[in-house]
């Protein structure tokens, strides 16, 4: 390889690091101050390149992208204020888990206004006026932008570094960033600091779209994607480093440019292309920092917050009587669905479905809710379970039964090897690097055509032998997701669950009373994995087909929102939850191009109005009822 | 007018968490008095800060700051309206050089002071801290207790407070650094200012309270002039077995 394509890559991946450390600087900056993770981060990025790309349009020529630029900044601040102003005031003293869902709720509803504003097609905006050459270095040409943009980054950086040292405002955001509770004792309004702070994050993530106006172009799918760059980033740096997050883009641009530069290798005599490793080269370089780094180069363990209002979790109970007797007419219900299948053709199907979320939510909730640890990327072991099976059914051409064993098995092998680093991080940190995993294995799975099938995914993966009739395939999967539910609850209730739980409640205390919570955590994640493959197996089956679409970021959160839907701090959450989200899908999101506000707003609403899900409503009308009859 | 004190409070409770830590705790602070809070560790002294502070959650019949009631405004509100809180653990930011530590705390004198305050100014401070004066651009992360506790008295005294509340000042401060500190809080409240001290030393109290509160699991057991709490029976009970006081 020579020496001037590394370096032409070298000055790409700088340009490209500049995009990533400004979406990352004001993720941190915004988390050090508020401790909220802006899961919408991405969106203020989109929005700023829709902006831009919208205001240069309608400016004449020299005026044209530095104007749009300009307004860009302007508004995605101002944007931001307001949604600090609406919504983030609320929640501050709401558990970090509905932090994390309000402002991924906000990521939804604003993508659907960006759907509503721009329309579904992509648009191109100018070229910055007086950067449209270029120069030549080692006999390659670089566009002049492209330098530009690298030393975007490095400027930004300096920019910022002295606004948190010269201004007072700097100086208030460093306080606060330790010891925010000080700084208001000391009669500063937080308020009003707080909306500063994440309008200045916004803004400069504003700047970072609006500046990649001439490398590419506005679309719809920019947030998600720039949101899991900007998590890498920050989780590599350090939460709350400015300094972290430059360097940390600096390394994961130039890994990605080295990639690209290597091309093709050839090891050991077998050929391998290197550039396919971009997509998954940064979340290799992130599990490798924090497995020696657990908070990242620059990251120090998170000040221990003080007086926080997160509600205390009422120990689990068990059934009553009246419980039981409902739980039981649910199951009678589910197992006689294939008889009225006759008169209503589609209610088994709507069962099956209905079945298949179950058991997908409870194995979620089981991590989420006993464990404490909210995965954002369950859908990983749910594509896993889905792929390993299809994959053995139609290329090594198992049986139907032992495809329905080997799929659960592949996604619990996956959780094995994801869950030994992810359980080892708490809170945001977990989040975010399940996020990354699942993200590689979506990734994986999109590009390797050869045994996924790509985007096209896996066709005729119908059942056989016994399992073949409609039928004899929906009564399996009841028997198999009721097991699976019925195991899950034995758990939680068995010394495991105890540990678990109190792992979850308090993990110093949990240790000291001889608990290895990191083995608790592990197992519990495996055994949360190898469920929702079995959901996954099942998909795969039912639906005869499966496709990336079911390893998506999307569909992780999907499990979140039955499981916060149905409520977290009970072990029916996730089955009420599981079934009035797949029949809400089914009748009001079908119906609608704007489904994701429309789910966005229903997070929303559950995190502000109904934080308890419907487990939580129902056991409050019950305990009502009962001091109506006069009983305890 | 001037019969008003600075502070009163009448029937505070205050929570942790779920946890009650103040049943029904009354006090008051008059103008230039310094008042001592004893107890043992747990008793809820800090918890009395806090909660005049709005940082714990509570409830009270009367809690007023010259007359003005604090019960419904916000932390930085109460901060604003002349409480100076220096907490327990110092709370300096040790990111921030001692200058801006000062700078946070920097407040405008309210329109309504009391013309017989002094105005905070950083000279003012140095001449009253002469130790702060030589390491302004230290970071705070990189002081010892003493000037740590100094600077904590300093960057409350910036925001110009009518009120101080102090919480433990002395704890884990040497013992030449505690009689400067004597000196520096002798200083104040010939100045006017009020303070109300939560302190196990009892050097400190003696020489510069005027009265004393004795609180117990939460309830006030006690209250007298501060020369008389050692003839209280009492007194073998809240004084400290490590020989401080």
């Given at each position: 390889m020579a020496l001037d394509a590394l370096v032409f890559q070298a000055v790409n991946g700088l340009a490209s690091a500049s995009g990533l450390f400004l979406v990352a600087a004001g993720l941190s900056i915004i988390f050090g101050v508020t401790r909220i993770v802006n899961m919408a981060h991405g969106s203020f990025y989109?929005?700023?390149?829709?902006?831009?790309?919208?205001?240069?349009?309608?400016?004449?020529?020299?005026?044209?992208?530095?104007?749009?630029?300009?307004?860009?900044?302007?508004?995605?601040?101002?944007?931001?204020?307001?949604?600090?102003?609406?919504?983030?005031?609320?929640?501050?003293?709401?558990?970090?888990?509905?932090?994390?869902?309000?402002?991924?709720?906000?990521?939804?509803?604003?993508?659907?206004?960006?759907?509503?504003?721009?329309?579904?097609?992509?648009?191109?905006?100018?070229?910055?006026?007086?950067?449209?050459?270029?120069?030549?270095?080692?006999?390659?040409?670089?566009?002049?932008?492209?330098?530009?943009?690298?030393?975007?980054?490095?400027?930004?950086?300096?920019g910022l570094n002295r606004l948190l040292t010269r201004s007072r405002?700097?100086?208030?955001?460093?306080?606060?960033?330790?010891?925010?509770?000080?700084?208001?004792?000391?009669?500063?309004?937080?308020?009003?600091?707080?909306?500063?702070?994440?309008?200045?994050?916004?803004?400069?993530?504003?700047?970072?779209?609006?500046?990649?106006?001439?490398?590419?172009?506005?679309?719809?799918?920019?947030?998600?994607?720039?949101?899991?760059?900007?998590?890498?980033?920050?989780?590599?740096?350090?939460?709350?480093?400015?300094?972290?997050?430059?360097?940390?883009?600096?390394?994961?641009?130039?890994?990605?440019?080295?990639?690209?530069?290597?091309?093709?290798?050839?090891?050991?005599?077998?050929?391998?292309?290197?550039?396919?490793?971009?997509?998954?080269?940064?979340?290799?370089?992130?599990?490798?920092?924090?497995?020696?780094?657990?908070?990242?180069?620059?990251?120090?363990?998170?000040?221990?917050?003080?007086?926080?209002?997160?509600?205390?979790?009422?120990?689990?109970?068990?059934?009553?009587?009246?419980?039981?007797?409902?739980?039981?007419?649910?199951?009678?219900?589910?197992?006689?669905?294939?008889?009225?299948?006759?008169?209503?053709?589609?209610?088994?199907?709507?069962?099956?479905?209905?079945?298949?979320?179950?058991?997908?939510?409870?194995?979620?909730?089981?991590?989420?809710?006993?464990?404490?640890?909210?995965?954002?990327?369950?859908?990983?072991?749910?594509?896993?379970?889905?792929?390993?099976?299809?994959?053995?059914?139609?290329?090594?051409?198992?049986?139907?039964?032992?495809?329905?064993?080997?799929?659960?098995?592949?996604?619990?092998?996956?959780?094995?090897?994801?869950?030994?680093?992810?359980?080892?991080?708490?809170?945001?940190?977990?989040?975010?690097?399940?996020?990354?995993?699942?993200?590689?294995?979506?990734?994986?799975?999109?590009?390797?055509?050869?045994?996924?099938?790509?985007?096209?995914?896996?066709?005729?993966?119908?059942?056989?032998?016994?399992?073949?009739?409609?039928?004899?395939?929906?009564?399996?999967?009841?028997?198999?997701?009721?097991?699976?539910?019925?195991?899950?609850?034995?758990?939680?209730?068995?010394?495991?669950?105890?540990?678990?739980?109190?792992?979850?409640?308090?993990?110093?205390?949990?240790?000291?009373s001889g608990i290895d919570i990191a083995r608790v955590r592990w197992l519990a994640f495996i055994i949360a994995g190898t469920l929702c493959g079995l959901a996954g197996t099942l998909f795969a089956f039912a639906k005869g087909s499966i496709s990336p679409e079911a390893i998506s970021v999307g569909r992780s959160i999907d499990a979140l929102v039955m499981v916060l839907l149905g409520g977290v701090q009970s072990l029916l959450g996730p089955l009420f939850g599981a079934s009035a989200f797949t029949l809400l899908q089914d009748t009001v999101m079908r119906e609608t191009a704007y489904w994701r506000a429309l789910l966005g707003a229903l997070m929303i609403a559950v995190v502000l109005l109904f934080p308890g899900g419907i487990a939580g409503g129902l056991s409050d009308i019950a305990a009502r009822l009962r001091r109506a009859a006069g009983r305890p | 007018m001037s019969e008003t004190p600075r502070l009163e409070i009448e029937a505070l409770d205050a929570w942790y968490g779920a946890a009650r830590i103040l049943f029904g705790v009354s006090l008051h602070v008059g103008r230039g008095e310094a008042v001592a809070l004893i107890g043992r560790n747990g008793a809820g002294k800090s918890t009395t800060m806090k909660a005049v502070m709005g940082l714990v959650t509570r409830r009270a019949a009367r809690l007023d700051v010259e007359g003005r009631d604090l019960r419904a405004l916000p932390t930085y509100e109460i901060a604003r309206h002349g409480v100076g809180y220096v907490p327990e653990d110092r709370r300096i930011f040790t990111e921030l050089t001692v200058a801006e530590n000062l700078d946070i705390g920097r407040r405008p004198r309210p329109a309504g002071t009391a013309p017989d305050l002094p105005d905070w100014t950083p000279q003012a401070l140095f001449a009253l801290f002469p130790n702060l004066a030589e390491m302004q651009d230290r970071p705070g992360g990189a002081m010892s207790g003493g000037e740590q506790q100094m600077l904590a008295i300093a960057r409350t005294l910036v925001g110009?407070?009518?009120?101080?509340?102090?919480?433990?000042?002395?704890?884990?401060?040497?013992?030449?650094?505690?009689?400067?500190?004597?000196?520096?809080?002798?200083?104040?409240?010939?100045?006017?200012?009020?303070?109300?001290?939560?302190?196990?030393?009892?050097?400190?109290?003696?020489s510069l309270c005027d009265r004393a509160y004795v609180i117990e699991q939460g309830e006030l057991r006690w209250h007298g002039a501060m020369a008389e709490l050692e003839e209280e029976a009492l007194f073998g009970r809240v004084a400290p077995t490590n020989g401080i006081m």
């Open positions: 989109m929005f700023g390149l829709y902006i831009a790309v919208t205001v240069a349009d309608r400016l004449p020529s020299p005026f044209d992208f530095w104007g749009g630029v300009l307004v860009a900044v302007a508004l995605t601040a101002l944007i931001g204020a307001l949604v600090e102003l609406v919504l983030l005031r609320r929640i501050y003293r709401a558990p970090e888990l509905y932090q994390l869902l309000a402002t991924f709720a906000l990521m939804l509803v604003m993508n659907d206004a960006a759907l509503w504003l721009w329309g579904p097609e992509d648009q191109l905006g100018p070229r910055a006026a007086g950067l449209t050459g270029t120069v030549e270095l080692l006999g390659r040409r670089l566009p002049d932008y492209d330098i530009f943009l690298a030393l975007a980054g490095p400027a930004v950086l300096l405002f700097g100086r208030l955001i460093r306080a606060a960033t330790q010891d925010r509770e000080m700084v208001a004792a000391l009669g500063v309004n937080e308020a009003v600091l707080f909306t500063a702070v994440f309008a200045l994050g916004a803004g400069i993530a504003g700047l970072g779209g609006a500046l990649q106006m001439p490398r590419e172009p506005a679309s719809l799918t920019l947030d998600l994607a720039v949101l899991g760059d900007a998590f890498v980033v920050v989780v590599i740096g350090g939460m709350g480093s400015i300094r972290g997050a430059y360097v940390a883009a600096v390394i994961v641009a130039q890994v990605k440019a080295l990639c690209i530069a290597l091309g093709t290798v050839e090891l050991g005599g077998l050929a391998f292309n290197m550039s396919k490793l971009t997509l998954v080269a940064e979340f290799l370089v992130m599990a490798l920092v924090l497995v020696v780094r657990p908070h990242g180069l620059f990251g120090r363990p998170a000040p221990a917050t003080r007086i926080h209002a997160s509600a205390v979790e009422a120990p689990l109970v068990p059934l009553g009587p009246g419980g039981r007797g409902a739980a039981l007419a649910a199951i009678a219900l589910f197992a006689a669905m294939p008889l009225i299948g006759d008169s209503f053709a589609y209610a088994p199907v709507l069962a099956q479905d209905v079945l298949i979320a179950v058991l997908f939510a409870a194995s979620l909730h089981f991590i989420m809710g006993p464990g404490g640890m909210a995965s954002f990327g369950h859908a990983a072991y749910f594509g896993l379970g889905a792929y390993g099976a299809a994959y053995a059914f139609l290329t090594l051409g198992v049986s139907t039964p032992a495809a329905l064993v080997l799929g659960p098995a592949i996604a619990g092998l996956g959780a094995v090897v994801f869950g030994w680093f992810s359980v080892r991080l708490e809170g945001v940190y977990f989040a975010m690097l399940t996020l990354a995993f699942a993200q590689i294995v979506w990734s994986i799975v999109f590009q390797w055509e050869e045994v996924t099938g790509g985007s096209n995914g896996l066709f005729g993966v119908w059942p056989e032998g016994v399992l073949e009739s409609p039928t004899g395939f929906y009564l399996a999967s009841f028997a198999l997701v009721l097991a699976g539910v019925l195991v899950l609850r034995r758990l939680a209730f068995s010394p495991f669950g105890h540990a678990l739980r109190a792992a979850r409640d308090s993990a110093l205390r949990a240790q000291a | 110009q407070p009518r009120l101080l509340l102090l919480d433990e000042p002395s704890e884990g401060v040497a013992p030449v650094i505690v009689d400067q500190m004597i000196h520096a809080l002798h200083t104040l409240k010939r100045a006017g200012l009020s303070m109300l001290i939560a302190e196990q030393n009892l050097d400190l109290c003696r």
